[in-house]
Structure formats: C-alpha cells, structure tokens
C-alpha cells in the first residue's frame, strides 16, 4: 500500500504520547488512516487499539500549533512539542525563536483553550 503524502506527527505514533508520555517515531508497517490522514505506530497492538478510537488519539486542532489557535492563527506544530490537556494531544510551534508551549504555559490555560476550541470550530 503506498502513501502519497506524509504520515501525520511526521511520523511519530500518536498512542506513544499517552502511553510513555513522550514522542516514539512508529513504523510504517504499522499504519492507519484516518479522516484522510495517514499515521505510523510502533507495533500492531498499537495500531489496534488506535483503530479501536482514533479520535482519543490524533491532535487536537488538525496537528496545528494549539497556542497559535489561541492567537486565531495557524502555524505548524513541532510534534515533539506537545502537551496532553483534558486527556487531548495538544502540539505546539518550536523553532529557534519561538517555543510556543513556553508562551501557552505562561497563560491561563483554560482560556487559552476556550480561544482555541472557538477558532477552530469556526475554522470548519
């Protein structure tokens, strides 16, 4: 089955981040689609329970930076940035300057994810 686009998390496997609570590259042997996107994982048991309830796992507002949500602006998220929030996976913009976490982390989160929430719900 060949892909062509990249897999989500640049490949990262989206149940690692709850499981381990860090970001595991999977492997594209173990790979599921959904809404459209591609995602690896690091062994089939993962891939299973993913495809068993794949919205508990993939990143809130389509893998894009959350504090740039926040701000009404889409930015790309670094997938080894990220927070789990209310049980979701939160990705943030890292670059040489800007550490988008370190700027949401200095807000009210709860704000920050009632701006967020809004911003993409009028986004769709």
Same mark, same amino acid.
């Given at each position: 089955?060949?892909? @062509?686009?990249?897999?989500? !998390?640049?490949? *990262?496997?989206? +149940?690692?981040?709850?499981?381990?609570?860090?970001?595991?590259?999977?492997?594209?042997?173990?790979?599921?689609? *959904?809404?459209?996107? +591609?995602? *690896?994982?690091? @062994?089939?048991?993962? &891939?299973?329970?993913?495809?068993?309830?794949?919205?508990?796992? +993939?990143?809130?507002?389509?893998? !894009?930076?959350?504090?740039?949500?926040?701000?009404?602006?889409?930015?790309?998220?670094?997938?080894?940035?990220?927070?789990?929030?209310?049980?979701? !996976? *939160?990705?943030?913009?890292? @670059?040489?300057?800007?550490?988008? !976490?370190?700027?949401?982390? &200095?807000?009210?989160? %709860?704000?920050?994810? %009632? @701006? %967020?929430?809004?911003?993409?719900? %009028?986004?769709?």
């Amino acid at each position: 089955m060949t892909q @062509n686009h990249s897999p989500e !998390l640049q490949g *990262h496997c989206p +149940v690692a981040y709850f499981a381990l609570n860090q970001p595991m590259k999977g492997d594209s042997r173990f790979s599921s689609t *959904h809404d459209g996107k +591609v995602y *690896h994982f690091v @062994n089939e048991e993962v &891939k299973q329970e993913f495809d068993r309830n794949p919205d508990k796992y +993939v990143p809130a507002y389509g893998g !894009l930076c959350a504090f740039g949500m926040s701000i009404d602006k889409e930015f790309e998220a670094c997938p080894t940035n990220f927070k789990i929030i209310n049980g979701k !996976l *939160h990705l943030f913009l890292k @670059n040489d300057d800007t550490d988008a !976490l370190e700027l949401w982390n &200095k807000e009210n989160e %709860a704000k920050c994810l %009632a @701006n %967020a929430d809004k911003h993409w719900s %009028a986004r769709r």
